[in-house]
């Protein structure tokens, strides 16, 4: 379970915001991982959102060069709704609960799942643990057993290390791009004149 739910944050990581990031804006993936390092230090340690905003800020703005404005309005809205580490952690429970019980998961279920998980990604609280009452709480609304989150409640803290760091990375990905796309339409020159 650790080691999926970790194979799939890299490969999120590597789909969704690097190759992107790489294509857009013409960083490349060693200069975003230069930048990028520095917050994934902080959301290892703490796996809060919330806590590590502060560095995704500093590093968007300082090294992304990421205009203020922009940095300052995506980074904090981002830590609220970008869960993309949050859509892997209820996508995989979903998964490996259904298998594990031998419950199969039919096309309405699945879209069912991601809805729920849409909406709850929306509500995480962005602290230590957080998601294991919201997995619970997933469960229960997908109708799935509830025994599975006792065990993963006891490694949660390692699966949390990954999906606050795909969280918080995403944040600042998603600054970069943005940020792009502004000077493309030429709304922002330089990083400087906001």
């Not at 500093?58 to 922009?70: C, G, H, L, P, R």
């Not at 996508?91 to 069912?112: E, K, M, N, R, T």
């Not at 290390?161 to 795909?166: F, I, K, L, P, V």
Request: proline share 5%; hydrophobic share 55%.
């Amino acid at each position: 379970y650790i080691v999926t739910a970790y194979a799939a944050c890299i490969a999120a990581f590597i789909v969704v915001m690097l190759i992107p990031i790489w294509l857009y804006t013409k960083m490349s993936p060693v200069d975003f991982m230069k930048g990028i390092y520095k917050v994934w230090l902080v959301s290892l340690a703490t796996t809060s959102s919330a806590v590590t905003m502060p560095t995704t800020i500093s590093v968007t703005k300082n090294d992304f060069k990421v205009s203020e404005s922009i940095t300052n309005f995506v980074v904090p809205l981002g830590t609220t709704i970008n869960m993309a580490g949050g859509a892997i952690s209820f996508s995989l429970l979903a998964v490996f609960v259904s298998d594990f019980y031998d419950i199969p998961l039919g096309v309405g279920q699945i879209i069912y799942l991601v809805f729920i998980a849409t909406l709850i990604n929306m509500a995480a609280p962005g602290i230590p643990g957080g998601g294991i009452v919201l997995g619970a709480s997933f469960l229960t609304l997908l109708g799935l057993p509830l025994e599975l989150m006792g065990p993963i409640a006891a490694i949660y803290r390692l699966l949390d290390m990954a999906y606050t760091t795909m969280n918080v990375t995403g944040d600042a990905a998603a600054a970069v791009l943005i940020n792009e796309s502004e000077k493309r339409n030429n709304h922002i020159v330089t990083s400087d004149n906001v």
